[in-house]
T-cell receptor
Framework: ETGVTQSPTHLIKTRGQQVTLRCSSQSGHNTVSWYQQALGQGPQFIFQYYREEENGRGNFPPRFSGLQFPNYSSELNVNALELDDSALYLC?????????????FGQGTRLTVV | DQQVKQNSPSLSVQEGRISILNCDYTNSMFDYFLWYKKYPAEGPTFLISISSIKDKNEDGRFTVFLNKSAKHLSLHIVPSQPGDSAVYFC??????????FGKGTRLSVIA
């Protein structure tokens, strides 16, 4: 059984640029959640996708957007990157009916904005 | 306003002794609590959870205690092993809301 995989693992972008991060959910999981973990902080919820629709959003501006595909994989897009967007971005997938009680995390994408 | 607080950024424990990691929460609506462990360069992995209808849940060396009146939970690891050295996150939610995480506690188990 393949776990949650994220790509790329590391990324360096310049302020003002746009970035797309990718996540393949675990087999059988239909819900994907994205989290941002800044240095010294815990993961903070960005948004969640279920059946290709956004199903909840945290306190993040609209320049953070996402997609979920029919195979349940997902993308996180961030426009107009700011220095404070530098963080570890974590994707978590959940099995049906267990969206927020069983979250299986990928290894994360470390984004550095310079 | 932090709804889930882990006030100890780090903890060092001798191998074989008990590790106690603490977590406080402010939202009285929280009814489900989880602990995750995170090694460097890996994502958090689920460790143990507890529902608000219980006050204790045990899984092998790991036990979570919940004190609802004090809005406090703790994770006990007995006996502690060097492989337990990691960052431990406490998380909570209510109903079907997203998980809210604390800032984490770095546990170092010294051989």
């Amino acid at each position: 059984e393949t776990g949650v995989t994220q790509s790329p693992t590391h990324l360096i972008k310049t302020r003002g640029q746009q970035v797309t991060l990718r996540c393949s959910s675990q087999s059988g999981h239909n819900t994907v959640s994205w989290y941002q973990q800044a240095l010294g902080q815990g993961p903070q919820f960005i948004f969640q996708y279920y059946r290709e629709e956004e199903n909840g959003r945290g306190n993040f501006p609209p320049r953070f957007s996402g997609l979920q595909f029919p195979n349940y994989s997902s993308e996180l897009n961030v426009n107009a990157l700011e220095l404070d967007d530098s963080a570890l971005y974590l994707c978590a997938s959940s099995p049906p009916g267990r969206a927020n009680t069983e979250a299986f995390f990928g290894q994360g994408t470390r984004l550095t904005v310079v | 306003d932090q709804q889930v607080k882990q006030n100890s950024p780090s903890l060092s424990v001798q191998e074989g002794r008990i590790s106690i990691l603490n977590c406080d929460y402010t939202n009285s609506m929280f009814d489900y609590f989880l602990w995750y462990k995170k090694y460097p360069a890996e994502g958090p992995t689920f460790l143990i959870s507890i529902s608000s209808i219980k006050d204790k849940n045990e899984d092998g060396r790991f036990t979570v205690f919940l004190n609802k009146s004090a809005k406090h939970l703790s994770l006990h690891i007995v006996p502690s092993q060097p492989g337990d050295s990691a960052v431990y996150f406490c998380a909570a939610n209510s109903g079907n809301t997203p998980l809210v995480f604390g800032k984490g506690t770095r546990l170092s188990v010294i051989a």
